[in-house]
């Protein structure tokens, strides 16, 4: 089993800045493919960044490309996301997920096997 921690939310306004962090305990070794999402108020869960704990290859959605920045440390069973140039369209619950099968269908919620709880971001003037 996996447990998974987010930390680092919080509320900024527009064109700043936040830094997510993900604490990963328990059999982390299995794990594979890893990734933030992130839910807004009556809207559906959405995949956001994705890295793979292995070689590190990662990809985002478009709505995120060029700002925000997800990366991983092995040694600490850690998992970030560095968001830059944040919009209000950003407000989100953001989750970390984690899987411990391969990459495929990577920002649909549906085959990741391990959540947090979530940590809140909030973008407004």
């Known amino acids: 089993h996996v447990q998974l921690v987010e930390s680092g939310g919080g509320s900024v306004q527009p064109g700043g800045s936040l830094n997510l962090s993900c604490a990963a305990t328990g059999k982390t070794n299995v794990l594979n493919c890893m990734g933030w999402f992130r839910q807004a108020p009556g809207k559906e869960r959405e995949g956001v960044a994705v890295?793979?704990?292995?070689?590190?290859?990662?990809e985002y959605a478009d709505s995120v490309k060029g700002r925000f920045t997800i990366a991983k440390d092995n040694a600490k069973n850690s998992l970030y996301l560095e968001m830059n140039n944040l919009k209000p369209e950003d407000t989100a619950m953001y989750y970390c997920?984690?899987?411990?099968?391969?990459?495929?269908?990577?920002?649909?919620?549906?085959?990741?096997?391990?959540w947090g709880r979530g940590t809140q971001v909030t973008v407004s003037s």
């Open positions: 890295i793979t704990r292995i070689h590190g290859g990662t």
């Open positions: 997920a984690a899987r411990t099968g391969g990459c495929g269908m990577k920002f649909y919620a549906g085959p990741y096997d391990y």
